[in-house]
């Protein structure tokens, strides 16, 4: 399964929000009902960190400020206002298809 | 303090061999699947290899397939990964992560859910 990502760079202004998004060349909706997709923050220097998993449910200790969406192939990945620790690369992760496949990654950073 | 951490890496002559190994604390190791994703120098990340918390079926990228094996010691809370045959392109950082499932079937919430990762380890596949 291809997952595709964009943009792949977003400039944002700081309180600004922002939106990522990823499509999938297939569907994620495994046999069983349950999508297996879930996304990734990666700050500079840093190992990556879960933000969203099963689309929408926010790790505990992500800000609300992040909201995970979407179903089948297309999903999006929104900051409602961007801050300063937000720099850095998102990846979004599907589970649902052996072998487990990444997007490229989006760079956010600030204007 | 849930924590894992890597270690084995270093610097291979193409064609050569390595394991990796992945010590982990602050939870019970054996009812959880593990996971090694790696990223190459400015690249993105890319799935290695899973395995459940029995040790059973393990799972591989085909960019690994036959030369990587993924196992695992539930005594001794460590994760593997033993990697033969390895190639300038497996140049990489690699992480192990810790799923949020036991078992890779139909009765998982959650997949590729990995809440836990470690700091990496560099492999350097090199002349």
């Known amino acids: 399964v291809v997952m595709t990502q964009s943009p792949l760079s977003l400039p944002v202004t700081l309180g600004q929000p922002a939106s990522i998004s990823c499509r999938s060349s297939q569907s994620l909706v495994h046999s069983n009902g349950n999508t297996y997709f879930n996304w990734f923050q990666q700050r500079p220097g840093q190992s990556p960190r879960r933000l969203i998993y099963n689309v929408s449910k926010r790790d505990s200790g992500v800000p609300d400020r992040f909201s995970g969406s979407g179903s089948g192939t297309d999903f999006t990945l929104k900051i409602s206002r961007v801050e300063a620790e937000d720099v850095g690369v998102y990846y979004c992760i599907q589970a649902t298809h052996w072998p487990l496949t990444f997007g490229p990654g989006t760079k956010v950073e600030i204007k | 303090e849930v924590q894992l951490l890597e270690s084995g890496g270093g610097l291979v002559q193409p064609g050569g061999s390595l394991r990796l190994s992945c010590a982990a604390s602050?939870?019970?190791?054996?009812?959880?699947?593990m996971n090694w994703v790696r990223q190459a120098p400015g690249k993105g990340l890319e799935w290695v290899s899973a395995?459940?918390?029995?040790?059973?079926?393990?799972y591989y990228a085909d960019s690994v397939k036959g030369r990587f094996t993924i196992s695992r010691d539930n005594s001794r809370d460590t994760l593997y990964l033993q990697m033969y045959s390895l190639r300038p392109e497996d140049t990489a950082v690699y992480y192990c992560a810790k799923d949020e499932t036991y078992y890779y079937d139909n009765s998982a919430d959650q997949r590729g859910s990995f809440d836990i990762w470690g700091q990496g380890t560099v492999v350097t596949v090199s002349s």
């Open positions: 395995i459940s918390g029995s040790g059973g079926t393990p």
């Open positions: 602050g939870f019970t190791f054996g009812t959880y699947a």
